[in-house]
């Protein structure tokens, strides 16, 4: 059955609460079983939700990219636990405004490709939001084009992506299954944060086509060095 955004809110906001009541000890999860249970339900519907619009987004960019090649182009619906996480690590935010329970993600051959994939899908699509991850990276070095797309009043997150960005990305999501949980958020091992930061600016500079720095391709490897006597200790 269908619910309102307000329930999907609700939903959402019961489960982040209970975490953080849980993780601080001030509630056990058992004081609101059934609410917990019917939340957990509305939250799986809203996901659900998604699926649709997700696919004509991936099929839609599958056009819009093919100017540029033979793109990988992938999609993912983001699981409960991850959605509940991202409540959690987000008090301010509303289940019904999350951008990306639905992601599609563009590998596509250069920067300037990316750019031009941009630009078409902001022309032909309602695009709500822009973000460009390449003119101002992350904190932790990530670097993207975001758009996101509202297909049939579901939002749907699209990521642009060269092969150096997904690389360092996937490098980073490996490192952060492993050995430190918090990368992904701006936390966790010094050593990894301050490598893959670095990391990132260098694929920055091979992306651009620009000549490498010699001191930042130093300054990589000596982080690099750092980073695996940490994996090494973690291990």
């Given at each position: ?152 009043g579901r939002l749907i997150e699209v990521q642009l992506r060269t092969d150096i960005q997904d690389n360092w990305a996937n490098a ?64």
């Amino acid at each position: 059955m269908p619910y309102s955004k307000s329930k999907v809110n609700q939903a959402g906001k019961l489960w982040a609460e209970n975490i953080r009541a849980a993780a601080e000890g001030s509630r056990p999860f058992r004081d609101q079983k059934d609410e917990l249970a019917e939340a957990i339900k509305i939250i799986d519907w809203w996901r659900g939700e998604h699926a649709a619009p997700l696919s004509r987004v991936a099929a839609n960019l599958r056009y819009y990219a093919a100017a540029e090649g033979v793109p990988v182009v992938t999609q993912r619906l983001k699981k409960l636990p991850t959605m509940i996480g991202k409540l959690y690590r987000e008090p301010g935010m509303k289940l019904a405004r999350m951008e990306d329970i639905g992601g599609v993600r563009a590998i596509l051959p250069s920067q300037g490709a990316c750019h031009r994939v941009a630009s078409r899908l902001r022309k032909n699509w309602t695009v709500t939001r822009f973000r460009d991850y390449v003119a101002n990276p992350k904190d932790d070095g990530y670097r993207a084009l975001h758009l996101i797309n509202r297909n049939r009043g579901r939002l749907i997150e699209v990521q642009l992506r060269t092969d150096i960005q997904d690389n360092w990305a996937n490098a980073v999501e490996a490192d952060a299954r492993l050995l430190s949980p918090g990368l992904k958020f701006g936390s966790g091992s010094r050593e990894l944060r301050e490598f893959y930061v670095a990391l990132g600016e260098l694929g920055a500079q091979a992306d651009s086509g620009d000549p490498i720095d010699p001191s930042l391709f130093e300054r990589v490897k000596d982080l690099q060095d750092r980073a695996d006597t940490f994996r090494e200790r973690t291990r």
